[in-house]
T-cell receptor, first 112, second 117 residues
Framework: QQPVQSPQAVILREGEDAVINCSSS?????VHWYRQKHGEAPVFLMI?????EQKGHEKISASFNEKKQQSSLYLTASQLSYSGTYFC?????????????FGRGTQLTVWP | EAGVAQSPRYKIIEKRQSVAFWCNPI?????LYWYQQILGQGPKLLIQ????????DSQLPKDRFSAERLKGVDSTLKIQPAKLEDSAVYLC???????????????FGSGTRLTVV
């Protein structure tokens, strides 16, 4: 039930945009997004609970397509501080325990 | 608000030795998780507590791993005996999430990097 993330890695110049995708083979209740910098703990960015929902966090936003069991994370006008590994986590619809399955991550590198 | 506290930060042990990790979650968070993160992979759930009861330990290798959460606050994860493949970062997280109400994000601690030699 581990979600699949793509791409595996992205390299950007400061100010460029990026999209990270997360897809699941199972129907989803929710999607989480986290960012982890090297040697640090994952940091919660946002949670999406409803199909069609979009959320924003400064210049980072995400969407959730419930029918396609997919979510995308959008990073606009990227900053150096956006560098890190981005993980999506999914909770399956009908889950009684709310177990969160993480993808393998997308490594984002922003260069000046 | 204080974050999730974990110790030790690093640990190196020989295979077949035992090791214990400690976690203090965010005050008021009912749910506590232990995750294992192998280099280059996403975190994998080992065990989930709600208050001081185990909710999900289906992915915990119970022949060598054990965990407890006394009084519904601090938690300890133990490995005995350790194997080489246990080398990983062990992350503790807490959440305001309750069973049937999965609307909250997780707050992770800084983790314990375990190296088994």
């Amino acid at each position: 039930q581990q979600p699949v993330q793509s791409p595996q890695a992205v390299i950007l110049r400061e100010g460029e945009d990026a999209v990270i995708n997360c897809s699941s083979s199972k129907a989803l209740y929710s999607v989480h997004w986290y960012r982890q910098k090297h040697g640090e703990a994952p940091v919660f960015l946002m949670i999406l609970l409803k199909g069609g929902e979009q959320k924003g966090h400064e210049k980072i936003s995400a969407s959730f397509n419930e029918k396609k069991q997919q979510s995308s994370l959008y990073l606009t006008a990227s900053q150096l501080s956006y560098s890190g590994t981005y993980f999506c986590g999914t909770v399956g619809r009908g889950s009684t325990l709310g177990r969160l399955y993480f993808g393998r991550g997308t490594q984002l590198t922003v260069w000046p | 608000e204080a974050g999730v506290a974990q110790s030790p930060r690093y640990k190196i042990i020989e295979k077949r030795q035992s090791v214990a990790f400690w976690c203090n979650p965010i005050s008021g968070h009912a749910t506590l998780y232990w995750y294992q993160q192998i280099l280059g992979q996403g975190p994998k759930l080992l065990i989930q507590f709600q208050n001081n009861g185990v909710v999900d330990d289906s992915q915990l290798p119970k022949d060598r791993f054990s965990a407890e959460r006394l009084k519904g606050v601090d938690s300890t994860l133990k490995i005995q005996p350790a194997k080489l493949e246990d080398s990983a970062v062990y992350l503790c997280a807490s959440s305001a999430q309750l069973l049937g109400k999965f609307n909250y994000g997780y707050t992770f601690g800084s983790g314990t990097r375990l190296t088994v030699v």
